[in-house]
């Protein structure tokens, strides 16, 4: 999938429409005493990406955002070149916390495996998010965007801020194809 290569506007068409399957939240440890709302919270429902200017908006839907409290919600985006594992190459990775939306953050480097130059330090960059009850937001500037087109993907995890529970809950969703975030 590829952006136009002209400035979108607002209105502009998403270059990632795509739905998660429901109910596919993946659990490690025991859910006693945890209430199953909390645990599904993080089933992931839809993506959307879209050029919004100079940045890049992305939208995830989730099955319902937590308010502040014991648990926390982090969601991860990565878009990794073709046969990426972990060779020369580069990454991008945007995450986000809804309970704690001050620490978005976006990174990205280039070079990897490949000795990286001095000075090729890899860029984190602010991520501007925020939120509703079953929605998390966040525009991702275009100095921090990968060069090249990668494989996309979500992830969405629950855990306890406390720690004294090992209990994870996972949904992972993948867009086919390769995603240009470029204009």
């Known amino acids: 999938m590829a952006l136009l290569g002209t400035v979108a506007s607002a209105e502009a068409s998403?270059?990632?429409?795509?739905?998660?399957?429901?109910?596919d939240v993946k659990v490690t440890g025991s859910t006693d005493g945890v209430d199953p709302a909390i645990v599904d919270s993080v089933d992931l429902r839809h993506l959307t990406v879209t050029r919004q200017g100079h940045d890049v908006r992305v939208v995830v839907r989730l099955k319902q955002v937590l308010p502040p409290g014991r648990w926390f919600q982090l969601l991860g985006l990565t878009v990794l070149p073709p046969g990426w594992v972990g060779?020369?190459?580069?990454?991008?990775?945007?995450?986000?916390?809804?309970?704690?939306?001050?620490?978005?953050?976006?990174?990205?480097?280039?070079?990897?495996?490949?000795?990286?130059?001095?000075?090729?330090?890899?860029?984190?960059?602010?991520?501007?998010?925020?939120?509703g009850a079953k929605v998390v937001r966040f525009v991702i500037p275009q100095g921090c965007l990968p060069q090249d087109a990668g494989q996309l993907t979500v992830s969405s995890v629950l855990l306890d801020k406390r720690g004294d529970n090992p209990l994870t809950a996972e949904d992972y969703l993948v867009v086919g194809g390769l995603v240009d975030l470029q204009p």
């Open 14 to 23: 998403p270059s990632v429409d795509k739905a998660d399957r429901h109910g």
């Open 87 to 131: 060779g020369p190459g580069w990454f991008f990775a945007v995450s986000a916390t809804p309970q704690h939306l001050g620490s978005s953050m976006a990174f990205y480097a280039d070079g990897l495996g490949e000795g990286m130059e001095q000075g090729d330090e890899p860029l984190f960059c602010h991520v501007a998010a925020s939120k």
